[in-house]
Antibody
Framework: QVQLVQSGAEVKKPGASVRVSCKAS????????MHWVRQAPGQGLEWMGIINPSGGGSTSYAEKFQDRVTMTRDTSTSTVYMELSTLRSEDTAVYYC?????????????????WGQGTLVTVSS | DTQMTQSPSTLSASVGDRVTITCRAS??????LAWYQQKPGKAPKVLIYKASSLESGVPSRFSGSGSDTEFTLTISSLQPDDFATYYCQQYNVYPLTFGGGTKVEIK
């Protein structure tokens, strides 16, 4: 079955960077786009961006994160990464990877299924 | 950005009740809308996509309807496993955006 397994919780100081990984299994990694979504404690869901795991790994980021986020992928290990820099306290959140939910390979549908288990990133001095 | 507004934000209901959650978009999104269920400490799970398509494995008591700017999620007969928070999400245009959520509580 399709599974997304994320890296463990992180604690970072303001100004630092964090990299979260998401290892995919149970499907052809390069056939489906991957998204990142975050959720601050007790708050709603916020889309960060999308990466195409095939080809050159093209990305599209939400404008809010454009200058601080980098999404990459390693096809040899079926893993996508999300790096967020210049962290501030407002970045404290659970970060989720989520596969594009579309039924056709390499066609972006832009809804999410399934999701990883989430990675809590805490930013605190 | 396309703003998504859900109502109510909290809903108290009993097992067996019919429950309806509304989601409104700030501009037309055609039928490019998904619904998710989230339980505490867990990742969201998709229920409905393209406004009314039931994802495989989701119980048939869940249904979605609507188009353009107004959408509804209906649970025909609320079950104990359905007490959770529900989110709508538009995927008509980037950035993808979510509603603020509706928490379904036990009455």
């Amino acid at each position: 079955q399709v599974q997304l397994v994320q890296s463990g919780a992180e604690v970072k100081k303001p100004g630092a960077s964090v990299r979260v990984s998401c290892k995919a299994s149970g499907y052809i990694f390069t056939s489906y786009y991957m998204h990142w979504v975050r959720q601050a404690p007790g708050q709603g869901l916020e889309w960060m961006g999308i990466i195409n795991p095939s080809g050159g790994g093209s990305t599209s980021y939400a404008e809010k994160f454009q200058d601080r986020v980098t999404m990459t992928r390693d096809t040899s290990t079926s893993t996508v990464y999300m790096e967020l820099s210049t962290l501030r306290s407002e970045d404290t959140a659970v970060y989720y990877c989520a596969r594009d939910g579309g039924k056709q390979q390499l066609v972006r549908s832009n809804w999410f299924d399934p999701w990883g288990q989430g990675t809590l990133v805490t930013v605190s001095s | 950005d396309t703003q998504m507004t859900q109502s109510p934000s909290t809903l108290s209901a009993s097992v067996g009740d019919r429950v309806t959650i509304t989601c409104r978009a700030s501009q037309s999104i055609s039928r490019w809308l998904a619904w998710y269920q989230q339980k505490p400490g867990k990742a969201p799970k998709v229920l409905i996509y393209k406004a009314s398509s039931l994802e495989s494995g989701v119980p048939s008591r869940f249904s979605g309807s609507g188009s353009d700017t107004e959408f509804t999620l209906t649970i025909s007969s609320l079950q104990p496993d359905d007490f959770a928070t529900y989110y709508c999400q538009q995927y008509n245009v980037y950035p993808l955006t979510f509603g603020g959520g509706t928490k379904v509580e036990i009455k």
